[in-house]
Nanobody, 115 residues
């Protein structure tokens, strides 16, 4: 019943841009903290960006100034605008929604930054 569905991933050249979307259903989206995680081969999953129910945003240092997280509560959708992409950004990106006790996760979308 609860679903988080990511879209927008793909192959992009270094310096390029992508916009990821995460569409939620089955939850009261507006009261959840939502965010993006990523996991690259051989590395642990890391939190990339999050945005609270009040609109407060935070980012991992490596993406500050390049990525922008946003949410549209009417559409129950979260976005991650990724600019100036580097090969180091290559990973599977996962949508997450949290309301204290537990988390919901999307299936992930692949982002590959390569020439």
């Amino acid at each position: 019943q609860v679903q988080l569905v990511e879209s927008g991933g793909g192959l992009v050249q270094p310096g390029g841009s992508l916009r990821l979307s995460c569409a939620a259903s089955g939850i009261i989206f507006s009261i959840y903290t939502v965010g993006w995680y990523r996991q690259a081969p051989g590395k642990q999953r890391e939190l990339v960006a999050r945005i609270t129910r009040g609109g407060s945003m935070s980012y991992v240092d490596s993406v500050k100034g390049r990525f922008t997280i946003s949410r549209d509560n009417t559409k129950k959708t979260m976005y991650l605008q990724m600019n100036s992409l580097s090969p180091e950004d290559t990973a599977v990106y996962y949508c997450n929604a949290n309301l204290g006790p537990g988390d919901y996760w999307g299936q992930g979308t692949q982002v590959t930054v390569s020439s």
